[in-house]
């Protein structure tokens, strides 16, 4: 009765402010205004915090009656299939997710506005590495919201059991996967049949090599054909210390998406998960009411603790010239990043670029901030260019195909499947010639 008598009270006092703000707007009539958000958030905590935002600024605005039409797809298969068939007839969405270096077509086709002069995202002072994860061709196209960051989730239970701590080196990782397959358990879960965590399993060498290495013109000079795979030991080395750990995958590593493996993790069937930090409100979901705890650690790279936590803006949204609301869509971004960040946060539960994360997220959404503003990180934003998007989906095709190998029992080598990538880098490369 006390919850039923709470609520009541909150919408009458809800109304009670909207019919105040009614009498203030009274004298100059509201304008009815359409936007379209074309995003690839398929988590429902990213759902939920995108409408908690799109909310707070309507009421902030109730001199725009504003209708949200937020449509969403699947980023590693349909969504910018279904982008270019949208602007392809004649659809203009207003706001578009996307890093702007992933699809340079739109920047080249007037898609996207050029925010470098944006006195909103002057005003938040990000480093270089944030802003050049929405920037192309040295110029800013896109919001940035917050960032994504991906290491190993391990069941406290199981490491207490087993009697291993958080490795701090590659070889006591592979031991403790050793131990805690002796144990009983398997040691990882995988989700390889979503493409995109062949990836960020060998980003953390990658990157991390690539700049300390002082290469970071890497992925630009990859995609202009000036350099080769070969030509960097970070891909071959990468590949070869990732199939180690490949040995222990289960049988169901290829076929499982998210949150499937999410399920084989958080249910004590694996100890640890390669996961990222765009999926910690599911994780959070999953485990509600229950006694797991998990842990956090970047994963060793080497023996000599090069390791540093990989970032990457996660959430950046572009802004359409074209498109019939875009001043207001415009608006509607600069509330985001701005008094809009906190309802973000505290519905997504994702880390904010400038280190501040909502109360109510979980302590391990808080350290990733800590960690980033730290600045011992690896930022792809500090690299000269990322790859596109064709080169992104080619990279992560031959990477979940060196996966797959293992699965099966071929055992791909390194050197084949950096030939087989390398052919198709080449025919990319001869195709926009």
Same mark, same amino acid.
């Given at each position: 009765?006390?919850?039923?008598?709470?609520?009541?009270?909150?919408?009458?006092?809800?109304?009670?402010?909207l019919?105040?703000?009614?009498?203030?707007?009274s004298?100059?009539?509201?304008?009815?205004?359409?936007i379209?958000?074309? #995003?690839?958030?398929t988590?429902?905590?990213?759902? $939920? +915090?995108?409408?908690?935002?799109?909310?707070?600024?309507?009421?902030?605005h109730p001199?725009?009656?504003?209708?949200?039409? /937020?449509?969403?797809?699947?980023?590693? =298969?349909?969504?910018?299939?279904?982008l270019? =068939?949208?602007?392809? +007839?004649?659809?203009?969405p207003?706001?578009?997710?996307?890093?702007?270096?992933?699809?340079?077509?739109?920047?080249?086709?007037?898609?996207?506005?050029?925010?470098? &002069?944006? *006195?909103? %995202?002057? @005003?938040?002072?990000?480093?270089?590495?944030?802003?050049?994860?929405?920037?192309?061709?040295?110029?800013?196209?896109?919001?940035?919201i917050?960032?994504?960051?991906w290491?190993?989730?391990?069941?406290?239970?199981?490491f207490n059991?087993?009697g291993?701590?958080?490795?701090?080196?590659y070889?006591?990782?592979?031991? $403790?996967?050793?131990k805690?397959?002796?144990?009983?358990?398997?040691?990882?879960? #995988?989700?390889?049949? &979503?493409?995109?965590?062949?990836?960020?399993?060998?980003?953390?060498?990658v990157w991390?090599?690539?700049?300390a290495?002082?290469?970071?013109?890497?992925? *630009?000079?990859?995609?202009? +054909?000036?350099?080769?795979?070969?030509?960097?030991p970070?891909?071959?080395?990468?590949?070869?210390?990732w199939? !180690?750990?490949? !040995?222990?995958?289960?049988?169901?590593?290829?076929?499982?998406?998210?949150?499937?493996?999410?399920?084989?993790?958080?249910?004590?069937?694996?100890?640890?998960?390669?996961?990222g930090?765009?999926?910690?409100?599911?994780?959070?979901?999953?485990?509600?009411?229950?006694?797991?705890?998990? +842990?956090?650690?970047?994963?060793? %790279?080497?023996?000599?603790? @090069?390791?540093k936590? /990989?970032?990457?803006?996660?959430?950046?949204?572009m802004?359409?010239?074209?498109?019939?609301?875009?001043?207001?869509?415009?608006?509607?971004?600069?509330?985001?990043?701005?008094?809009?960040?906190?309802?973000w946060?505290?519905? @997504?539960?994702?880390?904010?670029?400038?280190?501040?994360?909502?109360?109510?997220?979980p302590?391990?959404?808080k350290?990733?901030?800590? %960690?980033?503003?730290s600045?011992?990180?690896? #930022?792809?934003?500090?690299?000269t260019?990322?790859? /596109?998007? !064709?080169?992104?989906s080619?990279?992560?095709?031959?990477? =979940?195909?060196?996966?797959?190998?293992? @699965?099966?029992?071929?055992?791909?080598? $390194?050197?084949?499947?950096?030939?087989d990538m390398q052919?198709k880098?080449?025919?990319?490369?001869?195709?926009?010639?």
């Amino acid at each position: 009765m006390k919850k039923i008598m709470k609520n009541a009270t909150v919408v009458a006092l809800s109304a009670a402010m909207l019919a105040s703000t009614a009498v203030c707007v009274s004298a100059e009539e509201t304008k009815d205004v359409s936007i379209t958000v074309f #995003h690839y958030m398929t988590q429902t905590s990213k759902q $939920a +915090g995108l409408d908690a935002v799109e909310a707070a600024f309507a009421e902030a605005h109730p001199e725009y009656n504003i209708t949200w039409d /937020n449509v969403f797809y699947n980023q590693g =298969t349909d969504y910018f299939p279904q982008l270019q =068939t949208a602007l392809a +007839g004649g659809d203009q969405p207003e706001i578009i997710m996307g890093n702007p270096g992933l699809y340079p077509d739109l920047v080249e086709q007037g898609y996207v506005a050029d925010l470098s &002069d944006n *006195e909103v %995202i002057k @005003s938040l002072n990000l480093p270089s590495g944030d802003l050049g994860d929405v920037s192309a061709d040295g110029k800013i196209y896109g919001f940035p919201i917050d960032f994504k960051t991906w290491g190993v989730f391990y069941n406290k239970k199981i490491f207490n059991e087993v009697g291993i701590e958080e490795p701090k080196t590659y070889s006591e990782l592979l031991d $403790a996967c050793q131990k805690i397959k002796d144990a009983g358990y398997d040691p990882w879960a #995988h989700a390889f049949g &979503d493409a995109v965590f062949g990836d960020i399993e060998m980003r953390n060498y990658v990157w991390t090599k690539a700049l300390a290495g002082g290469d970071n013109d890497i992925f *630009e000079k990859l995609m202009s +054909g000036e350099k080769k795979l070969a030509d960097y030991p970070y891909f071959k080395d990468g590949l070869d210390i990732w199939a !180690q750990r490949l !040995q222990w995958m289960r049988d169901d590593a290829m076929t499982n998406d998210q949150n499937a493996a999410l399920e084989v993790f958080t249910s004590g069937q694996a100890a640890m998960m390669y996961f990222g930090s765009w999926g910690i409100g599911d994780l959070e979901s999953m485990i509600e009411g229950t006694d797991f705890e998990y +842990g956090f650690f970047v994963e060793p %790279i080497d023996d000599e603790g @090069s390791a540093k936590m /990989n970032v990457q803006v996660d959430q950046s949204f572009m802004v359409n010239p074209n498109a019939e609301n875009f001043d207001i869509a415009t608006e509607f971004m600069e509330y985001w990043v701005t008094e809009g960040a906190a309802s973000w946060s505290e519905k @997504s539960w994702m880390p904010l670029l400038n280190g501040s994360v909502a109360d109510s997220t979980p302590e391990i959404v808080k350290t990733l901030a800590s %960690i980033k503003a730290s600045g011992e990180i690896a #930022h792809y934003g500090d690299f000269t260019a990322p790859f /596109n998007s !064709q080169f992104t989906s080619d990279w992560r095709t031959y990477l =979940t195909a060196f996966a797959e190998s293992y @699965s099966n029992g071929s055992d791909m080598s $390194a050197d084949d499947c950096l030939a087989d990538m390398q052919k198709k880098f080449d025919q990319d490369i001869a195709e926009a010639e």
